[in-house]
T-cell receptor, first 112, second 115 residues
Framework: EDQVTQSPEALRLQEGESSSLNCSYTVSGLRGLFWYRQDPGKGPEFLFT???AGEEKEKERLKATLTKKESFLHITAPKPEDSATYLC?????????????FGAGTILRVKS | DGGITQSPKYLFRKEGQNVTLSCEQN?????MYWYRQDPGQGLRLIYY???????QKGDIAEGYSVSREKKESFPLTVTSAQKNPTAFYLC??????????????FGPGTRLLVL
């Protein structure tokens, strides 16, 4: 069965304190791994898609990397506005279209 | 502005009542999806649709129904058969092409509460 596990569940950082979030997955035939950011009471906002091991993508203070078993979201010198829940999802191909299997998310709090 | 709209933002359901959540997109996407989000859990797929007048059950379809009469619209009805409807409901859409890994984009969500 496809599974996505995110760790830690919650992370508190001081402004400027770099860290990484982990997303480990088991899926038969990875089609794509997605990172989303979700603010409280809002819908998830798309950040990155990674398709193959070794791939990396960057956006401002965020960098996502992918291996055969896990993905990391590296946050460099975070600011309070980076506080949010970060969701990881993998694509599973169904008979009709693709399905996203989500992890439970990591809640990030950055204090000034 | 292209995007996905969901309404209402908050919805209250009385016992035994059916309620309908609206989802509209102007991204010209073929595929639309409904997810349910509960605290501490990942999003779970309720229903999805690749094309007008066709839709498929997701992992937790019991107690829900959908229709897809227009490409832009994919309403979700929470029926009285859904015994634990309190949750945050998210609608998403994507382009769809066999074998492609299309990104799903989400609406702002509807929070359903039971009175």
């Amino acid at each position: 069965e496809d599974q996505v596990t995110q760790s830690p569940e919650a992370l508190r950082l001081q402004e400027g304190e770099s860290s990484s979030l982990n997303c480990s997955y088991t899926v038969s035939g990875l089609r794509g791994l997605f990172w989303y950011r979700q603010d409280p009471g809002k819908g998830p906002e798309f950040l990155f898609t990674l398709y193959s091991a070794g791939e990396e993508k960057e956006k401002e203070r965020l960098k996502a990397t992918l291996t055969k078993k896990e993905s990391f979201l590296h946050i460099t010198a975070p600011k309070p506005e980076d506080s949010a829940t970060y969701l990881c999802a993998v694509t599973r191909t169904m008979e009709y279209g693709n399905k996203l299997v989500f992890g439970a998310g990591t809640i990030l709090r950055v204090k000034s | 502005d292209g995007g996905i709209t969901q309404s209402p933002k908050y919805l209250f359901r009385k016992e035994g009542q059916n309620v309908t959540l609206s989802c509209e997109q102007n991204l010209n996407h073929d595929a639309m999806y409904w997810y349910r989000q509960d605290p501490g859990q990942g999003l779970r797929l309720i229903y999805y649709s690749q094309i007008v007048n066709d839709f498929q059950k997701g992992d937790i379809a019991e107690g829900y129904s959908v229709s897809r009469e227009k490409k832009e619209s994919f309403p979700l009805t929470v029926t009285s058969a859904q015994k634990n409807p309190t949750a945050f409901y998210l609608c998403a859409s994507s382009r769809w092409s066999t074998g492609r890994k299309e990104t799903q984009y989400f609406g702002p969500g509807t929070r359903l509460l039971v009175l």
